[in-house]
C-alpha cells in the first residue's frame, strides 16, 4: 500500500479535527500546510509535526503533495478546488462543496476533463452510528422506508464561534452550515432526492456577537436562518427538514428518525460518528439501543481523505464524492429558491449511494 502525501490549506478552528483524524491512517500522510496567516500555519506545523509550511501557491505546486485537502472559509471553495485541479492535484473540501451550483459545476468538470478525484464533507457518515443504521435499513429492520424528519436547531454561532460573521452572508445559514451533514446521511440512508420544497425566512435582520474577541459587535443578516422544506426521495419516501438558527430556548427533537413499514429508527446526531441508535419494531412497546456494528466512533474528520486515497489505489469510487456533494448542494439551494418561487423545485442532479463500509474493519483501515 503507497501512502498517498496530503497538504491542508487552511488552518483554522476546523484543521485539529482534520489533522488529527488523516493521522489515524497509514494510507495519507500530511506533508505541508498553508493559510493566509503564516503564523497560524506554523502553530498547526509544530503542533501535529507537518514538515513544510508553504505559501498557498507553494503547496498547490509541491510536487509531494498528491491530494489538497481545503479548509478555507465556504466562499472560496470551489476557487481554491479549480486551483488545485489545475495544478494537477486531487482534492477534497470542508463542506459546503461550494455556495452555489454555478460555482460547484466547473469544479466537477474539470475533475473529469483531468481525470483527477475531487470529494468532500462530510464524512461523518462513515462513523459507527450512521453505518450501523445503513446496515439496519439495508437488512430491512424497519421494512420499507417509508418518511423521515431531521432537525437542527439552535441560537446560532454567535455564541461560540471567535468570527461568525461569514454565517449570516451569502454562503452561510444554517441550511450551508449544518444541512451537509443532516442532506448527506439521509441520501446514504434513503438513496438520492427527487424534489423540495420549504419556506424559509429570518427572524432578525441584526445579531450581536457573543463570543470573543468580537463581543458586542453586530451582524447584518443577509441569508434565511429558518428552513421548514420537505423532501420527496427518488426511492419513494418523503422527508422533512427544519434547520434553524432562531432557536433561543430548549427543545426536544430529535436528529433523524426513518419511519418504515416494520418499525421507527432514530438515528443519531450526522454532525457526529457515534451513536447512539434505537429502533422501535412494529409491535414493540419502547426503544430498544442496537449496538453499533461498526468502528469508527472518533471525530476522524479526514476519514473522507483517507477513503479517496484508498479509492485512487484500487479504482473504486469514493464515499464522499463530489457527485453526492453537489447532489446535497442542489438541493440546499433549491430549498431557497422553492420557497421564494411558492413551489416544489425537481432537482436535476442525482448520485449513487454512497457503498456503505464493510463489516469488522481493522482500525486504521477502510478496505477489507
Not at 433549491?334 to 463489516?359: D, M, N, Q, W
Amino acid at each position: 500500500m503507497k501512502t498517498i502525501n496530503v497538504g491542508v490549506v487552511g488552518c483554522g478552528k476546523i484543521s485539529p479535527a482534520y489533522l488529527n483524524g488523516c493521522g489515524g491512517f497509514n494510507i495519507i500522510k500530511v506533508v505541508a500546510c498553508a493559510d493566509l496567516n503564516r503564523a497560524v500555519a506554523e502553530a498547526r506545523a509544530k503542533e501535529f509535526n507537518i514538515p513544510k509550511v508553504l505559501s498557498v501557491e507553494q503547496l498547490l505546486h509541491d510536487s509531494e503533495v498528491e491530494i489538497v485537502v481545503n479548509l478555507t472559509i465556504p466562499a472560496v471553495h470551489a476557487e481554491l478546488n479549480l486551483a488545485a485541479l489545475a495544478a494537477g492535484k486531487h482534492a477534497y473540501t470542508e463542506k459546503p462543496f461550494a455556495v452555489t451550483r454555478e460555482q460547484a459545476k466547473p469544479v466537477l468538470a474539470a475533475a473529469k476533463k483531468k481525470k483527477l478525484r475531487v470529494g468532500s464533507a462530510p464524512d461523518t457518515f462513515f462513523g459507527g452510528g450512521i453505518q450501523t443504521c445503513r446496515k439496519l435499513i439495508d437488512d430491512g429492520a424497519i421494512g420499507q422506508p417509508v418518511a423521515a424528519t431531521a432537525f437542527m436547531v439552535g441560537r446560532g454561532p454567535e455564541h461560540w464561534h471567535p468570527s461568525p460573521t461569514f454565517y449570516y452572508q451569502p454562503g452561510g445559514g444554517p441550511m450551508l452550515d449544518m444541512g451537509p451533514y443532516y442532506l448527506t446521511a439521509l441520501v446514504n440512508l434513503l438513496g438520492p432526492i427527487r424534489r423540495v420544497t420549504a419556506s424559509t425566512k429570518a427572524a432578525f435582520t441584526e445579531r450581536t456577537i457573543l463570543s470573543q474577541p468580537l463581543a458586542g459587535q453586530k451582524v447584518t443578516v443577509e441569508v434565511p436562518t429558518h428552513y421548514a422544506g420537505v423532501m420527496d426521495f427518488v426511492g419513494g419516501a418523503t422527508g422533512t427538514i427544519i434547520m434553524s438558527f432562531d432557536c433561543f430556548g430548549g427543545h426536544s427533537l430529535p436528529r433523524i428518525e426513518i419511519y418504515g413499514t416494520a418499525g421507527t429508527l432514530s438515528v443519531p446526531d450526522p454532525n457526529g460518528f457515534k451513536g447512539p441508535v434505537k429502533l422501535w419494531k412494529k409491535d414493540a412497546k419502547e426503544w430498544t439501543e442496537v449496538p453499533l456494528t461498526h468502528g469508527y466512533i472518533d471525530n476522524l474528520r479526514g476519514i473522507g481523505v483517507a477513503d479517496m486515497a484508498y479509492a485512487m489505489q484500487s479504482g473504486r469510487d469514493h464515499r464522499a464524492s463530489g457527485e453526492l456533494a453537489f447532489h446535497v448542494l442542489d438541493a440546499m439551494q433549491a430549498f431557497e429558491e422553492a420557497s421564494v418561487a411558492g413551489k416544489h423545485i425537481t432537482l436535476k442532479s442525482t448520485c449513487v449511494r454512497p457503498a456503505s463500509l464493510p463489516v469488522g474493519l481493522v482500525p486504521g483501515t477502510l478496505d477489507t
